[in-house]
């Protein structure tokens, strides 16, 4: 079966860190650019990175630029997210999904919540 | 940043009616604009993209039309499980942006 599953999210306080894992498994991971999209409890979504299916580049929403680094491990088939300097402004659903380069998200994992409190 | 506004905010309307979505471009995105619906709890599912091209699986009476700043999904008419939220988003720049969000919700 094709799909993404995501882990590793939970409640921080604000200036720490965590790192997301996305299992990728029923299509060829290496294939593909991966990326990371969040949503805060009840907003919109937002594209936080991408990674082309290589490793060799990444990209970056401002936001988060020199906080956040997205990484795959293509032995592994999963794809990461360290996230450093939380703030409350980062708390949201991190979906993993599939794309985002030359195509769209066609591919969505079921989502991992990053709560940022004291 | 390309900024995609999307209207109206929300669409009230009854199941076999048609609905009709908008999302316009701060600048040219070609046709490198995709659509999505999100319903509660679930992640976003993609329905259309190339603006006007149907996902797999997707029903046809989805339909995605426009170029450049404006674009529109059409929903021709209305199923009960198609009352949700629909994103558009492009990949003609970076960042990849979506925009704000259309909910559609049963009158």
């Known amino acids: 079966e094709v799909q993404l599953l995501e882990s590793g999210g939970g409640l921080v306080q604000p200036g720490g860190s965590l790192r997301l894992s996305c299992a990728a498994s029923?299509?060829?991971?290496?294939?593909?650019?991966m990326s990371w999209v969040r949503q805060p409890p009840g907003k919109g979504l937002e594209w936080v990175s991408l990674i082309r299916g290589n490793g060799g580049s990444t990209y970056y929403v401002d936001s988060v630029k020199g906080r956040f680094t997205i990484s795959r491990d293509n032995s592994k088939n999963t794809l990461y997210l360290q996230m450093n300097t939380l703030g409350a402004e980062d708390a949201a659903v991190y979906y993993c999904?599939?794309?985002?380069?030359?195509?769209?998200?066609?591919?969505w994992g079921q989502g991992t919540l990053v709560t940022v409190s004291s | 940043e390309i900024v995609l506004t999307q209207s109206p905010a929300t669409l009230s309307l009854s199941p076999g009616e048609r609905a009709t979505l908008s999302c316009r471009a701060s600048q040219s995105v070609s046709n490198y604009l995709a659509w999505y619906q999100q319903k509660p709890g679930q992640a976003p599912r993609l329905l259309i993209y190339e603006a006007s091209n149907r996902a797999t699986g997707i029903p046809a009476r989805f339909s995605g039309s426009g170029s450049g700043t404006d674009f529109t999904l059409t929903i021709s008419s209305l199923e009960p499980e198609d009352f949700a939220v629909y994103y558009c988003q492009q990949r003609n720049n970076w960042p990849r942006t979506f925009g704000q969000g259309t909910k559609v919700e049963i009158k």
């Open positions: 029923g299509f060829t991971f290496s294939n593909y650019a």
């Open positions: 999904a599939r794309g985002g380069f030359n195509l769209f998200f066609d591919l």
